[in-house]
């Protein structure tokens, strides 16, 4: 290259070709040349590591740090495509600390993800105690996960006491598809009406599932309200 005359040239497919000329500056009759590929051709070839993690949580680190859109797209594919559960929670941190408002569609596909860590950081990352948004708790509740139903119960439970939108949901949630949801509305309930009246129980003893109706009824006796 050095000292010898180079045409440089910009391709379709991304990349940069050397042509090395002759030193009138003319192409020789079997021109060569050097393919110089970009950064996005690099991060393809990480992230098609897959006996190396360490490889492509590298990549991952380096596309949060270009903050541009393309790159947090690419993160965000790697939640659902990576076979590292480290990596998958990692791709998904790295989104949530962009604070990137176009990630948020990712996040709250994420709430449904396979992976139960991961549905919990990306619900966690959605929902903001001090602005809250119930489009976080909704989604979360009709994915019929555990984890992130009792979360978003739990989110419920504070607002529950003013606000008449988080309570319908709250009661919606006697008849979740879990027990753990179903259980957890009514100690929400419990705490967000009088604790001397009986209407949480009341209100659990209309539910569709039988084990909730029980449940109402011997939490009325252990609470004394019998």
């Known amino acids: 290259v050095y000292n010898q005359p180079h045409l440089a040239a910009c391709c379709d497919d991304n990349t940069v070709r050397l ?3 002759d030193a009138d500056g003319k192409f020789p009759d079997d021109p060569v040349y050097f393919k110089i590929h970009g950064a996005a051709a690099w991060v393809k070839n990480e992230l098609a590591q897959q006996h190396d993690p360490k ?3 590298k990549a991952l680190e380096t596309l949060a740090g270009w903050k541009d859109n393309a790159s947090l797209d690419i993160i965000g594919e790697q939640i659902t495509k990576d076979q590292d559960p480290a990596l998958r ?9 962009s604070n990137n408002p176009r ?8 709430i449904g993800h396979g992976d139960g860590k991961v549905r919990v950081l990306a619900f ?8 809250p948004d119930l489009g976080p708790i909704d989604l979360a509740l009709k994915t019929g996960h555990p984890d992130v139903g009792v979360k978003a119960v739990q ?3 504070p607002l529950a006491k003013k606000d008449d939108q988080a309570l319908s949901r709250m009661v919606d949630a006697l008849n979740a598809q879990t027990w753990d949801v179903r259980k957890a509305a009514l100690a929400a309930l419990e705490s967000v009406y009088d604790a ?3 209407t949480a129980s009341l209100t ?4 569709k599932h039988g084990d909730v109706r029980v449940l109402a009824l011997t939490r009325t006796l252990e609470r004394g309200l019998l």
């Open 19 to 21: 042509f090395k000329l």
């Open 55 to 57: 490889r492509r949580g």
């Open 89 to 97: 929670l990692a791709a998904t941190k790295l989104l949530i600390e």
């Open 103 to 110: 990630v948020v569609k990712v996040l709250e596909r994420a």
């Open 124 to 131: 966690d990352g959605l929902f903001r105690p001090l602005k």
């Open 155 to 157: 989110a419920l439970e």
């Open 196 to 198: 001397k009246a009986p």
């Open 204 to 207: 659990a003893l209309t539910a």
